[in-house]
């Protein structure tokens, strides 16, 4: 028996190599370029439509290797498509560039023109990603030799190892990336002549992106209902000094996958911090939630810093209903060239404004997320 498992494991080791060769002889056999991608230590998938591209000498990488949400990375640096405006962002959250489709032009956030360009092709959106690494200065991008392809990888300061050790490490994934390709029929192409075309939107392709808090007061039901209409989400503010009345409401909340937070007025951390201890024995109390985001509008930045090393997430608004007349007017005041933290009251007209911005955030394109606390942390 042992002898017979012996035998079995070497054959199949035998085969994974004589897939391994197959694989980078399809490669070495193409008439054009086969670029793979990773972002940091993560390998992604290619697709006909999303191979990086040489154009007149200039690397091309689809802008999908840049959102954390499409890669499953935090470069720093992200790109943010809108298919209203025909416009590609790409910023730090300091400084960025619009590539405009429709014009065939670019400009920093202050509209002075650069010259860089965007490009389209298989309705993929591509940018030229040596020189947003040398804009940014913060990402780089490197090109490594593997049996399966060229390997374009994007770094930042987060990444653990080198080009060379990394596709050592990774070679069963890139060989398992190209062969995912090939059968897709793909068949190299990275080399092309100027493509032209406009963008399709596609559900990875999106307007401005925000984070909703509702702040839980009469109407808190009703617009918990209209979220999971929508199929959306949003984190829910309670107020200590209130929660032992909102019992049957934070169990609604919660039960429905809701994020439940605290509503801290403390002006000072102690403060905070005691209403914060009382607010999660409550919400524990009431629907067993281990409440771990709070809002402390009066604290500074050192204040909420020494919220987040008590084990604290805090949600901080950069957009409140109060100052809009509608729903509608509030979705059309966002910034769409960051991520917006929008904070509306559940009062009595509170419904009717979040049913106003539900409506404009479907006629925008926006892309909501849901504020959970993992997702707040890692802003």
Known sequence: MKRWKQITLAALALCGLALTGILALSASASSETIYLMAVNERVLDVTVDNMPRTVGGVLYVPYTML???????NLGVSALYSPTR????????RRGIIFDLQNNTAADLDNVPVQARAMVRNNTVFLPIDWLCQYFGTISCTRTWT?????????SSAAILSDRDFADAADGLLADSLRRYLESGGGGGGNDPVPTGDPTPSEDLSGTELYLALRAGDSAQDCAQLLESRGQRALFLFSPEELPAQGDLVRRVVGAGHTAGLELSGEDVDSCLAQGAEGRSLLAAAARYNAL???????DAKGREALEEAGYVVWEATVRGEGF??????IRGLDP???NYVEIMC?????GFLRSALGAMAEENCQPYHATA??????
């Open 374 to 379: 993992p997702a707040l942390a890692d802003r």
């Open 147 to 155: 049996p399966y392809g060229i390997l374009i990888r994007l770094t």
């Open 86 to 93: 025909r416009t590609v962002l790409v910023t730090d959250d």
């Open 337 to 339: 060239r960051r991520v």
């Open 347 to 351: 009062g009595a007209d509170g419904a």
């Open 325 to 330: 007349s509608s729903g509608g007017a509030l």
């Open 293 to 299: 985001v709070v809002s402390a509008p009066s604290l």
């Open 67 to 73: 959102p954390k949400r499409a890669s499953g990375v």
